[in-house]
């Protein structure tokens, strides 16, 4: 089992960055996949990152392919989310997830496929 806390998340102008961190509790972190997932005001959830167990894959949700880029340190057992050149439609409660593999490539880019959630951290960008 693994608990993860989401954090950086606030309000920014658009145009601006942002780093998101999933910090996570629990001895085998790099057996997971991580994913960050976001839902707007009135809207489902929706996929925007996926990083693999060793963080050789990546995937990303098209609206944020060249903005956004995810990273880990299992050694800090965090998972990270760089978010550059913020849209106001960018703005949500962000979540990550996780769930063990025993494939080192694997990556999910559906949120049934996850078994762990954070609470989420709120990102606002004003136009």
């Known amino acids: 089992q693994v608990q993860l806390v989401e954090s950086g998340g606030g309000l920014v102008q658009a145009g601006d960055s942002l780093r998101l961190s999933c910090a996570a509790a629990?001895?085998?972190?790099?057996?997971?996949?991580i994913g960050w997932f976001r839902q707007a005001p009135g809207k489902e959830r929706e996929f925007v990152a996926t990083i693999s167990r060793g963080g050789g894959s990546t995937a990303y949700a098209d609206s944020v392919k060249g903005r956004f880029t995810i990273s880990r340190d299992n050694a800090k057992n965090t998972v990270y989310l760089q978010m550059n050149g913020l849209k106001p439609e960018d703005t949500a409660v962000y979540y990550c997830?996780?769930?063990?593999?025993?494939?080192?490539?694997?990556?999910?880019?559906?949120?049934?496929?996850?078994?762990?959630w954070g609470q989420g951290t709120q990102v606002t960008t004003s136009s």
């Open positions: 629990g001895r085998t972190f790099s057996t997971y996949i």
């Open positions: 997830a996780a769930v063990s593999s025993l494939l080192m490539t694997t990556t999910h880019t559906t949120e049934d496929k996850y078994r762990y």
